[in-house]
């Protein structure tokens, strides 16, 4: 069995119809499924110039091509659409159990068009799909939302769904779209984009069994990778942890770090883990991005010790064919919620200088409820603050609200104002940026993000790759498409030729050289990335390596395929490059996506782990543009690396066959 | 490919009954049929037909069983990650995770409604490192 079903479902919202397309093979050797697939077909179907809360925006929502093969780690599903946030492509990833269930009903991608004149949800199972009036769902939060979907289930199969919280309803252009009890596809506001269809949520029911082409081979590689994913080191208490940021703070010398030392951390604590420590190295930002450990102290950053957020973990949660289980439920105000993630504690401690974890947990149940991205919604906060304390908003503003740094109340208000878009909360719920240019006076230069949307809580002083991919991204701002310790943590070097294989140790002046080797770490880290966002496969999972989770050896077997590892590369390449066309397209110009100068030390700051750091970004792009085979000036793929990847040929490819009415 | 009822059928409506996804329809005492479009090959008519009437994808006959003599999945602990793979595939939704241990807070599958397993080995065959067997 192939680990692809070959089939797209397309779901007119405005005439209620479904088809069925067909795709051959060639579709999933270039692009794999997933994200390759959204961008193959997304780049043809979406008209340039359309609005991104139109009918004529698609949204897709699409499987990963290891889902359910037999293979770990590879559990992710991903959306993608025209970004209302940045308006370039948009994408993002989650979790959860959506990614096999869209297998499950026959299907590697649910592709919707146009836009429905009430509420509605849609639903799939093995008989197919049909829409369902949803009026009585509307205004419903993701959790209640997504119990009242299940219990229609009547004691049969329990589904999965995605679906919006009021965020989304209400256009915010930071919403998410949540599955499985808040776990969110955060990034890009694709939750607007579905709320702008009146889509509140997607059910899907069915159960058709998936596999691989050998079933057998699949054990034995998965096996080994499951002991270790199991079998760490034990740790010991959580205040170790900021002791450890610390010594690596002061360390002369950066260590290649191996994710599989990362593996027992995530296993015990989960990401809330990396919290304190991160604070104590320079990789957590404090106070607007203006700040550092000196500022938010030990005795503050007490308050995210990961013990003391671990605390309330009732169970572990674990993703689907997720060994490793890095999610917590947690007891929440009589309830269960997920534990909040490392992202989440960062924005709503460090960077606001808040050192209230009741409010970390409210705020985390609140915006997971909502729908909205806790990374944009904390950042968006943490502008106000700053534009408070510059006097750029006052308590006209406000209705009397003072927004001092740090303050627990005023944190949890305007979390709900910009739920409710009530007040300031109306703008604020649509990101820092579009509040800046509101507001004015200067604002916009301490609005932290790029291309619109905010970064998340990684300081690129710490990490300058961090400030190449926000900034390089086709989605502008996001962290999980690369960096350097990602590409130590990869081991990259020991399955593809030729890509460099970093010192164990080396001084940390030269992470801040552009040269040759960062340009190939970069272009490794992207290619990388848009390869296991076409197999479905999570990012601490690759974190392994390659030479302990097998995702080369996985997708041979999975699929029957005999594709070298170089291979693979050139698919992610050709993903990336795919979606860099689509801004182009779009008229956008790849030099206005960069990340702000403040986090990329421009100027530096004066005290901390990244005192005195600056990020050559503007150098570091030409390079990584350069070994894309794209323009070193201007960041547009050359017509001769369109020619090599074969991407004008498998567009028209894809484009030639006749979808069929289901 | 999928499963088959042949002219041995007597109308009883069993299969119809226990298919997890309602892929057949007949009315009583008359031949009734599969949806090879909606069928998943779970094989659970296949097991419940007390007159042979139905074949599986390879075109074998299947074997009639009592219901108590079904195979069950049945979990090793040791290799199992918790990855809930099997929950997911299960057609039926009769597996769910176990009361967390103090000592181990990564829960494991366990049979939660087992009046309600087909025995179709769905989970074992889902299962990425082989954790289940189906006895």
Redesign the interface.
Known sequence: MKPYRGRILWVSLTTGTFTNEELPESVHRMYLSGLGLAASVLYERIPAGTDPLGPDNILAFVSGLLT?S???FTGRWMVAAKSPLTGTWGDANCGG?LS??IK?CGYDGIFVTGASDHPVYLYV???GPQLHDATDLWGKDAIETEEVLKKL?DG???PSVACIGPAGERLSLIAGISNDGGRMAARSGLGAVMGSKMLKAVVLSG?????SED?QE??RL??PC?HI??HGIPLPSGRVMPLLGALLRHLPATVRMDGRLSLPLFRKWGTCGMDQASVEWGDTPVRNWSGSEKDYYRKLSDAIDPDRVLAR????Y??????L?CG?MCEWQGGETHRPEYETIAAFSALLMCSDLDTIYAVNDQLNRAGMDTISAGGTIAWAMEAWEKGVITSTDTDGLALHWGDPAVVQRLVELMITREGIGGLLADGSLRAARHFGHDSESFAIQAGGQEIAMHDPRLDPGYALHASVEPTPGRHTTGCQVYYDMYHLWTRVAGLPRPRPLSTKAGKYRADATQAAIGVANSCFTQLFNGAGLCMFGAMMGVDHIPVFEWLNAATGWHMTPEEYMEVGKRIQTIRQLFNVREGIDPRSLTISPRATGHPPLEQGANRGRSVPLTALMHDYWELMGWDPDTGIPTAQTLQKLGIHQDIAAVAGDAPTSV | MAYRINEKCIGCSLCARIC????IKGHLHSMYVIDAA?C??CGACGRICPASAIQDATGSTCTHLKRESWPRPEVNNA?C?????CI??????CLG?GP?DPRD???RPVLTLPDRCIGCG?CA??C???AITMK
């Open positions: 359910g037999g293979s770990l159990t096999p269930a499950q199972d093995n008989h289930a049969g199969r329990e159960s058709r069994p998936m596999g079933p699949m054990v998965s096996r499951a994913a199991t973990e009732q169970r572990k674990h993703c689907y064919s997720c060994p289980g917590g | 997890p996804v309602t892929a909606v998943i090959e290799l990650m918790s990855c809930i793979a997911q595939a299960c057609p039926v939704s995770l967390p807070p990564h829960a769905l065959d889902a990425p490192v082989g």
